[in-house]
């Protein structure tokens, strides 16, 4: 016997999370120029970090031969003024990811399950299977949860509900009243885990005020992240927001210096810049606006997003994928969140956008060509 033979069945049987291809892969793999392709692949920030996180970066290189901050107290600090929350309440992780895991490897394990949504994002089912817990997923309703089919999907070993809003991939979201709802008649002894990491795209109107919530709700834990329309994907910070005591048990299982000390200062110095957010949320809307028509006008089908992303209908996708690749754009296939004939776009810059639009038009009329 081998010693890989040896790890946990449950362990043996993942399948890694697939990253989207970065622009060095596919310039090398095309023999493209990388200043000339255009990535909408993985939902970053096309305006790019805020200048005062920057500035915050340069400011602590002096200090990395130090460990960070296990404590990560100035960052949670900032957090708890800005949620109206207290520092107990938080716990930093690398990434959203990180926390989601977390609270995978501190309620779950063999004998328990998780519950989580059909076309949900993909760290739910691996989380669960990577400590030996069952996954249940649950069939989608117009691409989203469906609250009603969660609640009734819960059995007595499920111990963590997993609900991104807005989802990742398809964008959907639940309306504020319909997710308290929910929660309000989730089990006391499951945490739900109400992943947010698109959450500062969302008009006021339909924002959820889920920090309020955790008052009432000592089961509630909301993650968040820094990645997305803060434009730190390559630093790796996220949080959990949630009870004094499930704070207490993350804390049991996440690493002792798991965010940098430049992640640390770069997220704190993002969180005081509004402007550099606002700025963001702006491109973001008038992007969704400038590929929705695009879309439109090209005669596919979508499904309306309120993250910084959209889902479209493409057919063969895998194909589209790859002709897409050839003319120098890196989108997503979402054949792995059970959508095999849709493709993700990430919204970009005004100039991003356009470029992926017409290498989708000259891919289609190549398309149709090919089967005339």
């Not at 993942?14 to 939902?43: D, F, H, T």
């Not at 977390?102 to 076309?119: E, I």
């Not at 970009?348 to 639009?357: A, Q």
């Amino acid at each position: 016997m081998e010693l890989c033979d040896l790890a946990p069945a449950y362990v043996r049987a993942i399948a890694p999370y697939p990253p989207g291809k970065p622009i060095g892969e596919l310039a090398r793999e095309m023999g493209l120029n990388p200043a000339e392709i255009v990535k909408l692949a993985s939902n970053e920030n096309p305006l790019g970090p805020s200048p005062l996180a920057l500035e915050a970066v340069q400011r602590c290189l002096p200090e990395l031969a130090r460990y960070p901050d296990g404590a990560g107290f100035e960052l949670k600090t900032a957090l708890a003024a800005h949620h109206g929350v207290t520092v107990n309440q938080i716990v930093l992780g690398n990434g959203s990811n990180d926390v989601l895991e977390f609270a995978a490897r501190a309620f779950l394990g063999p004998g328990t399950s998780a519950v989580f949504s059909q076309h949900a994002f993909a760290v739910y089912p691996l989380a669960a299977q990577a400590v030996g817990a069952r996954a249940i997923e649950v069939p989608a309703r117009d691409f989203g949860n469906d609250p009603v089919a969660l609640l009734e999907a819960i059995e007595d070993d499920t111990r963590v509900v997993f609900l991104a809003n807005p989802n990742n991939p398809t964008g959907t979201l639940l309306a504020p009243q319909a997710l308290l709802h929910f929660i309000e008649q989730v089990p006391r002894e499951v945490l739900v885990v109400l992943d947010e990491a698109y959450y500062e795209y969302l008009p006021a109107e339909v924002a959820p005020p889920s920090t309020t919530w955790l008052a009432r709700f000592p089961n509630l834990m909301l993650t968040r992240t820094f990645s997305k329309a803060y434009g730190l994907a390559g630093l790796r910070v996220g949080y959990a927001l949630c009870h004094p005591d499930v704070a207490d048990m993350l804390n049991r299982v996440r690493q002792p210096f798991n965010v940098s000390t430049v992640a640390q200062a770069a997220a704190q110095a993002a969180l005081g810049d509004s402007e550099h957010l606002t700025r963001s949320i702006t491109i973001n809307r008038v992007g969704m606006a400038q590929i929705t028509t695009g879309l439109t006008r090209l005669g596919l089908a979508w499904i309306p997003s309120y993250g910084n992303f959209l889902s479209f209908c493409i057919g063969n996708a895998t194909a589209m994928y790859q002709r897409l690749l050839r003319r120098g754009v890196i989108v997503r296939p979402i054949a792995n969140y059970g959508l095999p004939e849709y493709l993700r776009v990430s919204i970009g810059l005004e100039r991003e956008n356009e470029r992926f639009l017409t290498a989708l038009a000259s891919a289609l009329e190549e398309q149709r060509k090919e089967t005339a």
